[in-house]
């Protein structure tokens, strides 16, 4: 059978919350404990054409990582660019209220973690960031 192409209303949906009950859920990892090792979550992953990746974690009011999760995905974007990827993890920062949606585009980068070492967002957005991350990478 041929594959479904996609339409441009698909393109223009792309990236809006579609199911917005079913991410009010929580997901319980208790039961998935290892000594002191609990699953994380990534908050967004781009995969761009198999030429790079960045994941992002967004905290509010400029909240620190938690230790357990920031050895993970620092060691995962390690993994990757060991690989011959590049790759990135992006710390953002937004002071949205939890009733409220977080416009990701526009949150601040607080740090960039890129070739073993961290680095300052500078102020900019996440958007500038990618943007900058994307034509680096080409």
């Known amino acids: 059978p041929m594959m479904r192409m996609p339409t441009m209303s698909d393109n223009t949906e792309r990236g809006k919350i579609r199911n917005r009950d079913a991410g009010k859920q929580i997901i319980d990892y208790s ?3 290892y000594n002191n090792i609990t699953p994380t979550d990534i908050d967004g992953l781009i ?6 990746f960045i ?32 790759a990135a993890l992006i710390l953002c ?3 949205n209220p939890a009733s409220e949606d977080i416009d990701a585009a526009h949150a601040i980068v607080k740090g960039i973690y890129w070739k073993g070492a961290w680095g300052s967002g500078c102020g900019r957005t996440v958007r500038e960031v990618t943007d900058g991350f994307l034509k680096y990478v080409g």
Not at 47 to 52: D, N, Q, S, V
């Open 31 to 33: 039961g998935l404990r």
């Open 47 to 52: 995969e761009f054409k198999g030429k790079a």
């Open 55 to 86: 994941f992002y974690e967004f905290k509010y009011n400029n909240a620190m990582m938690p230790l357990g999760q920031k050895i993970a995905l620092t060691r995962l974007v390690d993994a990757i660019q060991k690989g011959g990827t590049p």
């Open 93 to 95: 920062s937004h002071d």
